[in-house]
């Protein structure tokens, strides 16, 4: 767990190591990433955010094609969602009722299912800027039998939004010196941000869950 922190707070030097052994190779390596992070459920601990925003300022600096990029894994991001959501369809209920292993944790499931009572379809959108609650949204939508085009429609415009907002962020603002020389600052900055949305949430959803027990 530790040394899964360290890549991803030092994420920019680990992609330059990988670049530098792999080439460009890194596109499809980026590419898996993203779409393990978005469409298996087993695998929300990935970087998503921070990966994007290293790999548009190492763009920035000519190793990579910040456009190439960008399409890549914007459909990885939708591709990512779109087998998630067929997960969630045909093994929604049998999840509901398994087990609790140690990558897979029904509180999530429960957190972001109540996202879904709140927010609905924009879900999707909104929690592509929410580690965690970004995996688990598309199986929801899947278990819930949401429309399918509905579905699409939102993956397409969260899946853009959040990898253009992330990879065009770090290629115009990620080599600005007063970032460089803090960039291990700023990823932690994008993580936190990220987090917030989804921690007030929870801790709203919890005061009011005992405010009815009270009552």
Not at 34 to 58: K, M, R
Not at 66 to 93: I, K, Q
Not at 124 to 139: C, G, H, K, Y
Request: aromatic share 14%; hydrophobic share 50%.
């Amino acid at each position: 767990m530790l040394h899964l922190i360290q890549i991803i707070l030092h994420v920019d030097t680990y992609l330059v190591d990988i670049v530098n052994q792999y080439g460009t190779w890194i596109y499809a390596i980026l590419t898996a990433v993203i779409f393990c992070e978005t469409g298996l459920v087993v695998t929300p601990f990935l970087p998503g955010d921070s990966l994007l925003f290293a790999a548009g300022s190492l763009a920035a600096i000519g190793k990579m094609k910040v456009h190439l990029l960008f399409l890549l894994l914007a459909t990885a991001a939708v591709l990512g969602d779109n087998v998630n959501y067929a997960f969630g369809r045909f093994l929604g209920e049998k999840a509901m009722l398994a087990k609790e292993g140690r990558f897979f944790k029904r509180e999530y499931l429960e957190r972001t299912h109540h996202f879904f009572e709140k927010h609905g379809g924009r879900t999707l959108v909104l929690a592509r800027f929410m580690p965690i609650i970004r995996t688990f949204a598309p199986f929801v939508a899947g278990a819930g039998h949401m429309r399918y085009i509905r579905f699409l429609g939102f993956s397409v415009l969260g899946g853009i939004l959040w990898t253009s907002l992330f990879i065009y962020g770090g290629y115009f603002f990620g080599n600005l010196p007063v970032v460089q020389h803090n960039f291990t600052l700023v990823i932690m900055g994008i993580i936190v941000v990220s987090f917030l949305p989804g921690i007030v949430g929870y801790l709203r959803h919890r005061s009011e869950r005992e405010s009815v027990v009270e009552e």
